[in-house]
């Protein structure tokens, strides 16, 4: 326009727009590499989990009273199949726990009231409800499974009132349901008590995600409530809890409506109005878009790892005591074979012949494979390092042997007089076979828990520090005392010939 000016808003440069679009585009791309690989961190914890569960290796002795670890193991496997996500809640009864549950699913599925953790009504078939009980508390929670979205499951999970239990079975409670969960909720419903705190930190141990739901907000003045959010927030849970994990709601409110009367009055009744839930149910959907696989896959493999140490500890103990056994036999038939053979070589050869059926009947208890020669291979190793009492056996067997050999030729010669020295030094020569094989035993088992393997430490380490662990005099008089119990018999039976 002649003679006019012209108005435009001011526009970025070029190069702006091309840094904002190519910014853009670094954020998008950026975010497609945290989802692949948040998809690839839950594909290596399903493959984890499902080789974890495929490859027990437990026998059916070990697997006796093992059978509710190997359950969740299973479950968790299925939760990881299925993207299950588990919400659990807590708090003192009254609170509005349930309340806050049926709020967030739009259905009254959790019962509240006086039957307080009891579903009268649980037919719906769109939802899958179990009761059931959590570890060793007998404490028993609800859970509700929602219907799945594509591959995906919700599922929320009410327990018991936190004051409805002592606090040591609230406490083991929380932890094992804790241990389960993806994402806790607390539910409060004005200033904390001193329970609640104490309930609330312990699960804060747990490190799983929280959520501090302030409930029944609509009981109290705007005022009022706001000063009890506020000592909560600065005062209560400070040290535990930021303020964006801290949620205000109004699960179950009761609205005044005005009714008219029969006789024409105005009157008020309170009848339950719209939940206010839609903040918490925007936090819990945050928490579930920025981290939910993660969380799962998470969790899952952390409580999965405990349930294996629990396992793999009661399979080694179980192994050890049938290891023990195992042992002991073989030093009693090692000890009363030596006793009673008058034949120093024979005396050598049965030595061996025990020392190697005993280490291939361990390596077959710990499941592994091991050959006649690999066992000979390690009794030579162990025994070379064993030092000491290796060289005491031999002697024993080379020197008590021919002894015992010329006492035993000559009891007939002597009427049976020389039966009791020739017992003795019998007795002594096989204890200390014994020991020998006992030491040997104990070296076995330790290399064969250790998935045949010495460690970071050479066989002389490892056997010198079994060795220092042993008590010598109280392993060779339990060896005499059997021994002596079996020779007695033998004894008695030499004299009634």
Not at 341 to 366: F, G, Q, R, W
């Given at each position: 326009m002649a003679g006019g000016t012209i108005l435009t808003d001011s526009l970025p440069?070029?190069?702006?727009?091309?840094?904002?679009?190519?910014?853009?585009?670094?954020?998008?791309?950026?975010?497609?590499?945290?989802?692949?690989?948040?998809?690839?961190?839950?594909?290596?914890?399903?493959?984890?989990?499902?080789?974890?569960?495929?490859?027990?290796?437990?026998?059916?002795?070990?697997?006796?009273?093992?059978?509710?670890?190997?359950?969740?193991?299973?479950?968790?496997?299925?939760?990881?199949?299925?993207?299950?996500?588990?919400?659990?809640?807590?708090?003192?009864?009254?609170?509005?726990?349930?309340?806050?549950?049926?709020?967030?699913?739009?259905?009254?599925?959790?019962?509240?009231?006086?039957?307080?953790?009891?579903?009268?009504?649980?037919?719906?078939?769109?939802?899958?409800?179990?009761?059931?009980?959590?570890?060793?508390?007998?404490?028993?929670?609800?859970?509700?499974?929602?219907?799945?979205?594509?591959d995906s499951q919700i599922q929320l999970i009410d327990t018991p009132g936190i004051d409805e239990v002592d606090g040591e079975t609230r406490e083991a409670l929380a932890i094992a349901v804790a241990k389960q969960a993806d994402l806790l909720l607390f539910i409060i419903a004005g200033d904390m008590t001193k329970v609640e705190y104490e309930a609330l930190s312990k699960l804060r141990e747990s490190g799983k995600p929280m959520l501090l739901v302030f409930n029944k907000i609509d009981q109290y003045p705007d005022a009022d409530r706001q000063a009890i959010y506020c000592k909560i927030r600065d005062e209560r849970v400070r040290q535990l809890l930021s303020p964006e994990e801290i949620v205000m709601v109004a699960a179950s409110p009761l609205v005044a409506v005005a009714?008219?009367?029969?006789?024409?009055?105005?009157?008020?009744?309170?009848?339950?109005?719209?939940?206010?839930?839609?903040?918490?149910?925007?936090?819990?959907?945050?928490?579930?878009?920025?981290?939910?696989?993660?969380l799962v896959a998470l969790n899952t493999m952390l409580y999965a790892g405990d349930l294996n140490e629990q396992l793999v500890k009661r399979k080694?103990?179980?192994?050890?005591?049938?290891?023990?056994?195992?042992?002991?036999?073989?030093?009693?038939?090692?000890?009363?074979?030596?006793a009673l053979?008058?034949?120093?070589?024979?005396?050598?050869?049965?030595?061996?012949?025990?020392?190697?059926?005993?280490?291939?009947?361990?390596?077959?208890?710990?499941g592994i494979s091991m050959t006649q020669q690999g066992a000979i291979g390690l009794l030579q190793k162990i025994a070379l390092s064993m030092g000491g009492i290796g060289a005491s056996e031999l002697l024993a067997t080379l020197g008590l042997g021919s002894l015992k050999g010329l006492l035993g030729l000559s009891v007939p010669a002597?009427?049976?007089?020389?039966?009791?020295?020739?017992?003795?030094?019998?007795?002594?020569?096989?204890?200390?076979?014994?020991?020998?094989?006992?030491?040997?035993?104990?070296?076995?088992?330790?290399?064969?828990?250790n998935g045949a393997s010495w460690g970071p430490d050479s066989p002389k380490t490892i056997v010198s520090r079994i060795l220092s662990s042993l008590d010598e005099t109280s392993i060779l008089n339990?060896?005499?005392g059997e021994l002596e119990a079996k020779l007695g018999r033998q004894r008695l039976d030499l004299k009634t010939r």
């Open positions: 440069e070029p190069d702006f727009l091309d840094s904002l679009a190519s910014d853009q585009e670094l954020d998008r791309a950026i975010l497609s590499v945290e989802e692949i690989q948040a998809e690839l961190n839950y594909k290596q914890a399903q493959d984890a989990l499902r080789d974890l569960v495929t490859n027990l290796d437990l026998t059916p002795k070990e697997q006796a009273g093992l059978e509710s670890q190997i359950n969740d193991l299973t479950n968790l496997l299925d939760k990881l199949e299925h993207s299950c996500i588990q919400i659990a809640a807590f708090g003192m009864v009254g609170r509005g726990k349930s309340s806050v549950l049926n709020a967030l699913l739009g259905q009254p599925v959790f019962e509240t009231g006086a039957l307080h953790g009891v579903t009268r009504d649980s037919h719906n078939a769109n939802w899958q409800l179990t009761q059931e009980t959590v570890g060793d508390t007998n404490q028993e929670i609800l859970r509700v499974a929602l219907p799945s979205i594509g009714t008219r009367r029969a006789d024409g009055t105005v009157g008020v009744k309170r009848r339950p109005g719209t939940p206010q839930i839609q903040d918490l149910k925007l936090k819990i959907l945050d928490i579930l878009h920025r981290e939910g696989k993660s080694m103990t179980i192994r050890e005591e049938s290891a023990n056994q195992i042992i002991w036999k073989a030093v009693m038939t090692k000890a009363v074979a030596i053979n008058p034949v120093t070589v024979l005396d050598i050869l049965t030595a061996t012949v025990i020392d190697v059926v005993m280490i291939l009947t361990l390596s077959k208890l710990y002597t009427g049976g007089v020389s039966l009791a020295p020739y017992l003795s030094v019998a007795v002594t020569q096989a204890g200390v076979a014994g020991v020998s094989t006992y030491a040997i035993g104990q070296v076995t088992k330790f290399y064969l828990a339990r060896i005499k």
